[in-house]
């Protein structure tokens, strides 16, 4: 009994995983892996925390002159909302603003992702 509750647990956790890597090619032809990703917490917006991570860095693999294989990637627009008031984002004013329905799960999880690689910094 306890094995099957402990596979349930595992089942339903790894359902909650969203992630993702960057597959390139590079100059030389070699296939590669990077930016492996992974988020953990509300499906609906983890699932944009990946796609910007992952066009993040597919852009910044483009620039070091290797290729994408999903070119898709290069097409998002990353851009993100103003924080209003003139404040900083973070994770806490991000996650207020999405529960009072003043984000969208999209909006949300690219600030996540912007805040996560440290963009907000800049």
């Given at each position: 009994?306890?094995?099957?509750f402990?596979?349930?647990?595992?089942?339903?956790?790894?359902?909650?995983?969203?992630?993702?890597?960057?597959?390139?090619?590079?100059?030389?032809?070699?296939?590669?892996?990077?930016?492996?990703?992974?988020?953990?917490?509300?499906?609906?917006?983890?699932?944009?925390?990946?796609?910007?991570?992952?066009?993040?860095?597919?852009?910044?693999?483009?620039?070091?002159?290797?290729?994408?294989v999903?070119?898709?990637?290069?097409?998002?627009?990353?851009?993100?909302?103003?924080?209003?008031?003139?404040?900083?984002?973070?994770?806490?004013?991000?996650?207020?603003?999405?529960?009072?329905?003043?984000?969208?799960?999209?909006?949300?999880?690219y600030?996540?992702?912007?805040?996560?690689?440290?963009?907000?910094?800049?």
């Amino acid at each position: 009994m306890r094995f099957l509750f402990s596979l349930s647990l595992i089942l339903v956790l790894s359902a909650c995983v969203t992630q993702g890597k960057l597959e390139y090619i590079t100059s030389d032809g070699e296939h590669k892996t990077a930016c492996e990703t992974e988020y953990t917490w509300q499906p609906s917006v983890d699932k944009y925390a990946v796609e910007y991570i992952l066009s993040y860095c597919a852009k910044k693999v483009v620039e070091k002159g290797h290729k994408v294989v999903d070119e898709s990637l290069l097409t998002m627009d990353l851009s993100i909302p103003l924080p209003p008031n003139g404040q900083s984002w973070t994770f806490e004013y991000a996650k207020e603003l999405h529960e009072d329905k003043k984000l969208s799960d999209k909006e949300y999880g690219y600030i996540i992702a912007y805040v996560d690689l440290g963009l907000n910094k800049n």
